[in-house]
C-alpha cells in the first residue's frame, strides 16, 4: 500500500473568496514530504508580476499559478500538462473544492494552505489546516486536527518528531502561516 497526502492549494482575493484553487498529490509523501514542500511554496510564492500577469487575478492566473505550483512543488498535480487540459480537467485543475479531497485516497491526511491576497500584487496571509484518520477511533474517522495531532496521526510519525514540529512551526510563524487550530469541546 501506497502512504499519500494532497495539499490543496487555495488562492483568495481581498473579499475572501476563493479564485483558484488546485491539489497536489504526494505519492510516498508522509512524514515531512509535504509539509516542507508547503513552507518552500509559502516562502517563494511569486508575486503577480513575476508570473507576468497584470494584477493577482488578471487573465490568465489560473494557468500561471497551475504552471508555477508545477514548476516548484514536489507534489505532483493529477490532472497533467495545462496546455492539454480538456473542460472538465481544468476544473479541478483550476476550481478544486474540498470536497474533492474527501474522495481522494489520503493515507496519511491532507493539508489546506489558504491565501490570501494582500496589498502590492503579493499574498501577504496564509493559513494552514490539517485533516488526517483517528486512529484512536474504532472505525477510520477522517477529521480535521491540530498540526501537532496530524503529524502524529501517521503510520509513519518517526519522521515528524518533536523537534521537527517544533522547527516546522518557528519556520511557519516565521513565514506567516496561520495554523488553524480545532476547537475542542470537553463533555
Known sequence: MGERTQLMIKLNDKQGTTKFSTVLHYQWGYGRSMLMDALNLVVQ?????????????????????????????????????????DQDQQKYAFHADEDYLWNCDNDDGFMVLNFFEGSHGSFDRCTATFFA???????????????????????????????????????????????????????
Not at 519522521?159 to 506567516?176: H, S, V
Request: hydrophobic share 30%.
Open 45 to 85: 510564492f511569486p508575486f503577480y508580476y513575476e508570473l507576468k500577469l497584470d494584477k493577482p487575478f488578471g487573465d490568465g492566473y489560473e494557468k500561471a499559478y497551475y504552471n508555477w505550483l508545477d514548476k516548484k512543488s514536489i507534489g505532483i498535480n493529477y490532472e497533467g500538462d495545462v496546455n492539454n487540459l
Open 133 to 187: 484518520y483517528d486512529l484512536r477511533k474504532p472505525f477510520l474517522a477522517l477529521k480535521e486536527m491540530s498540526f501537532e495531532d496530524y503529524c502524529k496521526a501517521s503510520d509513519n510519525n518517526k519522521y515528524t518528531t518533536d523537534e521537527f514540529r517544533q522547527g516546522w512551526k518557528l519556520l511557519a510563524e516565521n513565514y506567516g502561516i496561520k495554523l488553524h487550530f480545532t476547537k475542542t469541546v470537553k463533555a
